[in-house]
């Protein structure tokens, strides 16, 4: 049995009807390249059975502390029963990309339950129509949740269901289930009693770790001066409103050398600073289209993880959000793009300045009760939607094999990213990569963006612009650098062979 901590109960304390806490993922694969050519549903139970393993959230339910006077805690599900986190559905013909999403959002939305284990996958058939993918492909789509997993964990959790080949080798791993019964509620409450005093207690003595920070931030302030365009409250769009229960989701695919070669022109540019740029170009678009774009900067939260090497294998979430202004007032694709590069580079040094580590550590200071009460009221009461919002969107990066993957002897030929919406903030945005390509995909509000086929155009052709301004950039680079050649230097006898020798005639 282990207890959550502050930021994981967090995401349990808002899930609602409205905002589902979970993320997860939808990946495509072509069964040709397992045994016989075809992977059956019974094949995939039996392969996700043996790799069950390979990660202990599998198996472990929530156990909440009565009226939430504490933290909830892992149990291992002694009831646990994989057929019930497994579920198997077909597209309707033709089986396209746009009947997927439909059917991915649709699913997506649903909550989980809560007193299961937190985590759903739904094998989806039928996919004989999908835009570079192989006839008779499948898609499992991966739902978490967030009180479980961040970006980081959520990965090992999917590497210990794919393989290298299709061979599907036993795998050997560290953790073993060990079925428990669930606490006792005077149990949960005696330690609730402890905890609402030692955590406080706790925070105070952490506080020393703070000392340094009003220096480290004065210094940050002084090397990276904000540029007057960037500062300033942040505006309220069409993305920011009240959430309804129904989602919508697309992305699009890109080339990885095509972002190298934005990267090339724009010298110091990071693939995130890119894929900002790109969300920046998109949102101005479908903004600008709507006739609701503001005339400030529009600004999104970038989370970073704070997960050291001793953490990498553990669950939960060890994450800081990053603020970075996007540019979206800025007509020019290559101007947003350094004006992202400027902000994202002063965002990481505040970060490291504040020490977000001994933050996220500091969070769970506050006696837990205090913490979900104040939480519930929160998103219950809809003072999130009152409030300007701390972020117009959320561009979250969570990079990911680059070499073929296998699942069940299929080949893994598509992976995308599906985050989560919370109140206020009706957009988020996930950058993943994948064997050569990088993939931006976006979940919205229904209500708040009911033509997704128009925001995941807006999204290609701000990349075609990022493309166009490399382009346009390495040209006036050439055309300089030509210019600026040398002439070759003439001797002076030869300088002056050939000239016409004139007398000069005086008085």
Known sequence: MKQLSALDAMFAYTETANTPMHIGQLLIYDPSTAPDGMVGFKDILRYIEGRLDGARIFRQKLVRVPLDLDHPYWVDDANFDLEFHVRHIALPKPGDWRQLCIQAARIYARPMDMNKPLWEYTVIEGLDNVEGVPKGSFAVLHKMHHAAIDGQSGLQMTLALHDLDAQMKPRQFDMQFEPEKDPNPFGLLAKAQFNNIANPVRGLQNLQKLIPMPKRLLDVQREYRQRDDAKGSIPKTRFNKKLSPHRVFDGREFALSDIKTIREAFQGATV????????????????????????????IGAPVSVRSDNDKDSAGNQVTMMQVGVGTHLADAGDRLKFIMEETQRSKAMTKALGAKTLMELSGAMPAGLTA????????AGLVERLNPAVNSVVTNVPGPMVPMYFAGAELVKSFGMGILAEGQGLFHVVTSYNGNVILTFLADRNIMPDPEFYATCISRSFADLLDAAAKKKAKAKKVKKAKKPKKRVSASAATAGRVRVKRTGK
């Open 373 to 380: 009460a104040g939480t519930k009221m929160m998103v219950r």
């Open 272 to 299: 995130n600073d890119v894929m900002i740029a790109t969300v920046s170009g998109s949102m101005r678009g479908y903004l600008q289209a709507h006739d609701d774009l503001p005339d400030k900067t529009m600004k």
